[in-house]
Nanobody, 123 residues
Framework: QVQLVESGGGLGQAGDSLRLSCAVS????????MGWFRQAPGKEREFVAA????????YYADSVKGRFTISRDNAKDTVYLQMNSLKPEDTAVYYC????????????????WGQGTQVTVSS
C-alpha cells in the first residue's frame, strides 16, 4: 500500500555531504513515523535515524549524532537524511522505512521499506 523510493545516494569523499530523499506514496504520510537504516557489506542492518509523524521528536544512532539530520516535509510526502562530515564507515546501502503513528528505532517495528540507495565514502 505504502511505497517508498530512496534517492540521493552516490560517491563521496571523507568530509563530504550528501542528502538522501525518500518519497512516499499511497497516502497518510503525515501519520507515519519514518526511519533511516543502513547495511554495510558483511554487517547487519543498523538503525540510523527516526522522526515522528509531526517531526516533534527524533532519534539518532550514536555513530551519526552531530553529523546527520533527519527531517520531513509533510506537504511533499518526503523524508530526508542530511549527511555531513561523511566517513568511510558510513559506506552502506541506506533504507527508508515507515511505521504507523509511533516512532521507533528497531527495524522489525517498521512495516514498509524502500529498496535502498548506495552511499560510498572514500578516504
Amino acid at each position: 500500500q505504502v511505497q517508498l523510493v530512496e534517492s540521493g545516494g552516490g560517491l563521496g569523499q571523507a568530509g563530504d555531504s550528501l542528502r538522501l530523499s525518500c518519497a512516499v506514496s499511497g497516502g497518510s504520510f503525515r501519520r507515519y513515523a519514518m526511519g533511516w537504516f543502513r547495511q554495510a557489506p558483511g554487517k547487519e542492518r543498523e538503525f540510523v535515524a527516526a522522526i515522528s509523524p509531526s517531526a516533534d521528536n527524533t532519534y539518532y544512532a550514536d555513530s551519526v549524532k552531530g553529523r546527520f539530520t533527519i527531517s520531513r516535509d509533510n506537504a511533499k510526502d518526503t523524508v530526508y537524511l542530511q549527511m555531513n562530515s561523511l566517513k568511510p564507515e558510513d559506506t552502506a546501502v541506506y533504507y527508508c522505512a515507515a511505521r504507523w503513528l509511533t516512532i521507533a528505532t528497531t527495524g522489525t517495528d517498521f512495516g514498509s521499506w524502500g529498496q535502498g540507495t548506495q552511499v560510498t565514502v572514500s578516504s
